[in-house]
């Protein structure tokens, strides 16, 4: 008696990633595979209720943390991140803290994908894909070195976290504080006490920096701000 095929749900935008993908997919044999290029298309395939759930970090067709929680939602169902290689590794950290799944680099060559959609399926945590892997390596090696540090910041209210790390990010007190809903003195009297909780605790200005500095270069953010919580 043939063995039913499993569901898989393809999530891709690029017409030609994603034809290639359920091409190779579709001839393997084993899968019966949907596909969609957008979250509208995406929902409708979903009502199908796949076995697993290929799923590309891309912000601009897909919410991958929407999606996380739709799979969470429902039991059994298997999780593939699909990543780029140079994908901020503290994003694709906060992903992984989502659900449990497991992440492949995106690529053009779909050869090797039936192999790991059925160690997904079995329960393996995959996870394939030297750039991706080394990066998240990387900066967990930095989170580490700076785990003190980054459990002070985690302990800090809103408004003094906010009141250390506008300035670093470029913007005002006023600014701060229209956006956490506050008058510009609250927010100075925050960073004051923060000053010196970050000084007893034994850090100082420029340790946040240095510290500061190097998430950056680990996630890639140019000048943006690290994630600092």
């Known amino acids: 008696m043939r063995k039913p095929k499993t569901a898989v749900l393809f999530l891709e935008s690029d017409e030609i990633l994603r034809a290639g993908a359920v091409s190779v997919l579709e001839a393997d044999g084993r899968f019966s595979v949907g596909r969609a290029r957008n979250a509208a298309e995406a929902r409708l395939e979903w009502s199908l209720r796949p076995a697993l759930l290929v799923l590309p970090v891309d912000r ?30 503290a994003f694709v950290r906060s992903l992984l803290g989502k659900g449990d799944c497991g992440y492949v680099e995106r690529t053009s060559d779909a ?25 998240l390596a990387d900066y967990e090696a930095v989170r580490q070195r700076y785990a003190p540090l980054l459990d002070l910041f985690e302990s800090l209210s809103d408004t003094a976290f906010a009141s250390l790390v506008g300035p670093l990010a470029g913007d005002s007190d ?12 609250s927010v100075r009297d925050a960073r004051s006490e923060a000053k010196k909780t970050l000084l007893r605790a034994g850090f100082t200005c420029e340790s946040v920096i240095e510290a500061i500095t190097e998430l950056r270069l680990a996630e890639k953010t140019a000048g943006r701000l690290p994630a600092l919580r």
């Open 60 to 89: 601009e067709a897909f919410d991958p943390y929407a999606w996380l929680a739709l799979a969470k939602g429902r039991p059994g169902v298997k999780v593939l991140l699909v990543l780029d290689p140079d994908e901020n590794p």
């Open 111 to 135: 050869a090797a994908l039936p192999a790991l959609l059925e160690r997904a399926l079995v329960g393996e945590r995959v996870e394939e894909g030297e750039a991706v892997c080394r990066a």
């Open 174 to 185: 006023a600014e701060t504080a229209e956006r956490l809903s506050r008058v510009v003195r």
